[in-house]
């Protein structure tokens, strides 16, 4: 009869069995990934196919191997080779792979890889327009993060030669594909961030998506986003997109044409500044006219302000002021002496009217007069006779001796009665 064992001793001893194969400790195997899970443990379960589906094998990735193992979205439908080792789930007696590191499987998958990173790095808003720093118009001191012995850094400095001598240039070394390369960017950058630097170029010539995919690593697009210093990506020839590309404030289409965008030519610059120094002349003429007119202005009103303009605008009222009373005064004058002459002119042709009036009545009552007076009736031998000047109306009413005074045309005599 054979010996029995305990479940839990067979499954004990496939696995010691399983865990001491040299090849099932150290495997990596392709498949097509499904049934994939993120459990807040912060482990990935997934089960990885055969691709006509003919085995599957289940997978385990520990929280603790995932920052360093899987630098990617994990999808169902997606190609990939786990690198791990096969370990047994004593509890459900189960075997599994236990993955350390899993990548896309191919060099299409790259392509896939590229699209995924773009799209969560664009999620999160890295590649917006919103935060991109604008490029300085006149940067003289510039950084490089690329290869010490490759053909970009000469053609930079070869551009940079050309169009501006002045400007100068900060050289990070750096690997820019293979292990380890997106790393030494990372690094340049923040070497030369620290600096204060005006601009800092990245880039690499031209190559496969494989090669340039130093320049598709999160990390150093989170590294370009949080940058202080503008930073141009040219990596590649003109048609090549890396998410540095997308994540930099400016992309050129190669390291020659980012050399181009960040180095301003020293002749236009000279030409700038004369044009400039041509205007603000100009402006400063003008500004010039503009104050002096408003300083005669000010002049002028301070002079309407100050006592002896106060003083002599109201003596040159008074002047005038006099002027028009003499004026008045002589029209008055000469109006009143009008008249007065007319009113003379007047007085005397009333006073000769009223004289001749007068006249003619005192002819009419003389001629009147005399026609009524004694004397004229004493002329032709008449007289009256008369007492103390009284006449003597009865002759016999004198006495002999009496005095009596006899008046006649010519005069009169004093005569005695006598009889």
């Known amino acids: 009869m054979n010996k029995e064992y305990t479940v839990d001793q067979v499954v004990s001893y496939i696995k010691r069995m ?11 195997v392709k498949g097509t990934v499904s049934d994939v899970s993120y459990p807040a443990s912060g482990n990935v379960f997934f089960t990885l196919e055969n691709d006509d589906k003919s085995a599957v094998i289940a997978c385990t990735m520990f929280r603790s191997s995932r920052a360093g193992g899987l630098k990617f979205k994990l999808e169902a439908g997606q190609s990939v080779v786990v690198s791990g080792r096969i370990s047994i789930y004593e509890k459900k007696g189960n075997y599994q792979l236990i993955a350390n590191e899993v990548n896309l499987a191919g060099l299409g998958d790259f392509y896939v890889r590229f699209e995924q990173i773009k799209k969560e790095l664009a999620a999160k808003g890295l590649f917006d327009e919103a935060h991109k720093k604008p490029i300085p118009k006149y940067a003289l001191r510039i950084g490089v993060v690329t290869s010490r ?42 070497a030369l961030d620290r600096l204060g630097l005006d601009v800092i170029i990245i880039g690499r010539g031209g190559g496969s998506i494989n090669d340039l995919w130093a320049f598709n690593d999160e990390e150093l697009a989170y590294t370009i986003y949080n940058a202080d210093t503008p930073i141009i990506s040219g990596t590649g020839h003109e048609v090549d997109y890396t998410i540095a590309d997308y994540v930099a404030d400016l992309r050129a289409p190669t390291p020659s044409a980012a050399a181009e965008l960040a180095v301003f030519r020293w002749e236009d610059y000279l030409y700038e ?38 003083v002599a605008e109201r003596k040159h009222l008074l002047q005038d002021m006099k002027k028009d009373i003499e004026i008045l005064i002589n029209d008055k004058v000469k109006l009143y002496k009008e008249q007065v002459a007319d009113s003379k002119k007047s007085l005397d042709v009333n006073i000769k009217q009223l004289y001749d009036k007068r006249y ?60």
């Open 273 to 310: 500044l004369s044009h400039m120094e041509e205007v603000l002349n100009q402006r400063l003429t003008r500004r010039v006219k503009d104050y002096r007119a408003e300083l005669d202005r000010a002049h002028l009103r301070l002079n309407k302000l100050s006592p002896m303009a106060k």
């Open 149 to 190: 012995t490759g053909a970009v850094i000469q053609d930079i400095k070869n551009v940079t030669a050309r169009r501006n001598p002045y400007v100068r240039l900060y050289l990070y070394p750096s690997l820019v594909e293979g292990d380890g390369a997106a790393s030494t960017i990372v690094k340049g950058i923040n």
């Open 18 to 28: 399983i865990t001491s194969d040299y090849m099932l400790s150290n495997i990596s």
């Open 360 to 419: 003619n009545q005192v002819s009419i009552t003389e001629a009147r007069l005399k026609g009524l007076s004694p004397l004229d009736k004493l002329i032709n031998g008449f007289g009256y006779v008369s007492v103390d000047d009284k006449p003597v109306k009865d002759i016999t009413k004198l006495n002999k001796g009496d005095r009596v005074t006899l008046t006649m045309s010519g005069g009169s005599r004093d005569l005695e009665v006598v009889d």
